[in-house]
């Protein structure tokens, strides 16, 4: 505990002024801690001497049993006091469909609200909000994933009664993974092929009533069942479910964006592309969460590697061996370690102000209905969405491995924390499909440019680099940058500018040779899909960096929270907090670190591409890791501060290795001490009579 309290001590700023930064003022802070200290007393989670609940020994039923309890009272809380805390993620900042209720939030609910006709809303919404009755989101099949018009289930208009009749088809077609669709939801909006007289016009949101809003009992035609355990989210019932012929009224037809006249008659969306809105929205509150449980798994380690002592007969200073009775080193103080670490703090803090820019984004879409911002905000999601799951469950796991055994170990927390992370790059679209979209859109871009035409203002980097561009006979560019230089976030926006433009325009010019060399398209894309996620990849972290320096260069008077969902009256893109915090000294070097280590580090993906083209030179490398060395040293003392100003509660982080007093030990073996099969016999009378002394 001294240990800790010495690293808290040394910071150069107030951890709590960063906390209000983080989430819009003072005020909000604490309204905010209020919701989630109510929920933990009502869960029995606020003493952390006592051994969670989630860590006694569950079976499949009991987690959901946990997922029941937890989901409730995050929902009570929210009606009752009328926040939105807990609008994407839950108590412990797993994504909130971790609640068999989750789903009523972020996506079952949003879809109502941004896809239904006025008519349809003003009946269907207030239902959801008062939780009268609990939804879930079914498009995924047991055949069909991200692939949306491989999707095989049917909604077929019968003009004789005026309703739809849901079926499916085929074994291939059932419904499968949606959270809350084993046991939980009462409803579900169902993503069917709508078919008019034997015409398909193509995946359309039905609303279908799964169970009895009376005794809670599947309604006829319709099979419903739990899909296992998995790898993580446990506490919700995953589930499939099997339609044979179920008929539902022609208005359950979500009618926001496509409507079906009672004769038959199908009226097309203003912009077919609309209808993906929940997709959107989902993909951006998946940012947002992930970046959080990235930040968690960082605290944990980093507050863990401040107090763990390590190294006895050895001296990081020394090349021989010492005696035992040398003090030991705080495995923080080992380069290694501090450099892992603060590489990752970056990072979640870079995937935060990341998913603020996002957010801000989507709402000025939504908001204006200014449909010419679709194809950016579509891009930006699915490349956003890809790269901060995969960063984020990468670094949590690296993470992990930096608590040793103890991160092996469920009451660490961490297990958990990557568990959730888990299924993060295939939900709402596997990861490098997600790449090809934005891929697509950046193909498209260039096709413009070559075509004399303007491109969007977030590939305006493609358009300077197209007009400046060198003739075959110059030699390539170099960085002029040098030693401190690299400092400058300038020079760093440059770095990353060339690198995505130079991997765009590279990869259109492969897919271009190949379509010119008479190779069908699809097989062209295919053959060069590697150059087209490389570029996609690059953009996206370009868009990453711009976000952090945009929201680290001067205190924001936006506030950082997203708009809870999008029914919701949207805040004011600018709204002072009462109280403006002040600006934390360490974000800009922690900035700079996320830049340079991303270029620097061999294990970055892609930092291969900011070399294989000369643009950066050894010497340069060589610049960029002793200004690395630096940052890391000045950033040294503020780390627990830095961990700190996410104000994650003992109780959401869930370990005993992660605490804020910094008390491992004893927390540890006290948690040990009550897990249940040490608080009984463990079966020792069974086993021992059976097996050992049947061999004596």
């Known amino acids: 505990m001294a240990l800790m309290n010495s690293a808290r001590a040394s910071a150069t700023f107030d951890s709590r002024q960063l906390t209000y930064l983080l989430y819009g003022g003072k005020e909000a802070t604490e309204r905010r801690e209020a919701a989630f200290t109510r929920v933990e007393d009502a869960l029995g989670l606020s003493d952390m001497n006592k051994l969670p609940s989630a860590y006694a020994d569950l079976n499949h039923e009991g987690h959901y049993l946990e997922g029941l309890a937890f989901g409730k009272a995050i929902m009570d809380d929210e009606i009752q006091h009328r926040h939105g805390a807990f609008d994407y993620h839950s108590h412990k900042f797993a994504l909130i469909i971790a609640s068999p209720f989750g789903h009523n939030p972020l996506m079952f609910g949003p879809t109502l609200r941004l896809q239904t006709s006025p008519e349809q809303r003003d009946y269907w919404v207030p239902l959801v909000e008062a939780g009268k009755i609990i939804g879930t989101y079914a498009q995924t099949e047991l055949g069909h994933g991200t692939f949306l018009r491989g999707l095989e289930t049917t909604a077929t208009l019968d003009l004789d009664t005026d309703e739809f009749v849901v079926h499916s088809p ?24 709508l078919i008019i007289r034997g015409k398909n016009h193509g995946m359309q949101p039905f609303m279908l ?5 009376l005794d809670h009992s599947t309604l006829p035609g319709i099979e419903t069942g739990d899909i296992g355990p998995k790898m993580g989210l446990n506490s919700t019932d995953m589930g499939y479910a099997i339609f044979t012929n179920v008929r539902i009224p022609r208005t359950h037809l979500l009618m926001g964006n496509v409507q ?26 998946i940012v947002h969460n992930v970046a959080f449980q990235l930040a968690q798994a960082v605290v944990i380690a980093t507050r863990y590697s401040t107090v763990r002592e ?3 007969g050895f001296s990081p200073t020394t090349s021989t061996p010492t005696t035992a009775e ?5 495995i923080m103080a080992y380069k290694s370690q501090h450099y892992r670490l603060l590489s990752l703090m970056a990072q979640a803090y870079a995937l935060f102000f990341a998913a603020r820019e996002c957010t801000a984004l989507y709402t000025k879409l939504t908001a204006d209905d200014d449909l010419t911002l679709l194809p950016f905000v579509h891009a930006t999601t699915a490349a956003l969405k890809a790269y ?7 670094g949590a796991e690296d993470a992990r491995k930096c608590c040793g055994g103890f991160g092996y170990s469920v009451l660490s927390g961490l297990p958990s924390i990557v568990g959730d992370l888990a299924p993060m790059p295939t939900l709402e679209g596997e990861n490098h499909v997600m790449y090809q979209q934005t891929a697509r859109w950046l193909m498209k871009a260039i096709n413009k440019l070559q075509a004399g035409l303007a491109v969007d203002e977030g590939v305006s980097y493609l358009s300077d680099a197209f007009t400046s561009s060198p003739t075959t006979t110059e030699p390539p560019k170099k960085c002029p940058a040098s030693g401190l230089e690299f400092l400058h976030p300038e020079t760093q926006l440059q770095i990353f500018r060339h690198r995505a433009s130079r991997l765009a325009f590279h990869a259109h010019d492969c897919l271009t040779k190949a379509v010119e060399d008479k190779v069908p398209y699809a097989e062209a894309w295919n ?32 506030s950082p929270s997203p708009p809870t969902t999008p029914s919701k009256p949207l805040p004011p893109t600018t709204s002072p907090s009462p109280t403006t915090p002040s600006f934390p000294p360490a974000l800009p070097p922690l900035l700079t670190l996320f830049a340079l280590t991303t270029i620097e580090n061999p294990l970055s993906p892609g930092s291969i591409h900011f070399f294989e083209d000369a643009y950066l030179s050894l010497s340069q490398l060589h610049d960029i890791r002793t200004l690395v060395g630096g940052l890391l040293e000045e950033l040294r003392r503020d780390t627990i501060a830095l961990g700190d100003g996410w104000g994650f509660s003992d109780a959401s982080l869930g370990s005993a290795i992660g605490c804020a007093d910094g008390d491992v030990y004893r927390r540890v073996m006290g948690w040990t001490r009550g897990l249940p099969g040490n608080l009984r016999d463990g ?13 004596l």
């Open 388 to 394: 901060a799951t995969q960063v984020a469950h990468d």
């Open 170 to 193: 085929t074994l291939t077609s059932t419904k499968y993974w949606p959270s809350a669709l084993g046991f939980t939801a009462s409803h579900a909006i169902v993503m069917a092929n």
């Open 209 to 213: 009533q799964l169970r009895s809003l």
């Open 326 to 330: 040398e003090k030991e080193w705080p």
């Open 310 to 312: 390590q190294g006895v």
């Open 260 to 285: 079906v006249l009672r004769d038959g008659t199908f009226i097309k969306a203003k912009h077919q592309k609309m209808a993906y809105a929940t997709m959107m929205y989902t993909r951006d509150r």
């Open 683 to 695: 079966g020792r009378g069974r086993w021992e009579g059976g097996v050992v002394r049947g061999r």
């Open 527 to 558: 053959t060069n899909m590697l150059p087209l996620i490389h570029a996609a990849r690059a953009h996206i972290e370009l868009f990453v960096l711009e976000a952090f320096i945009a929201h680290t260069s001067s205190p924001p008077t936006t």
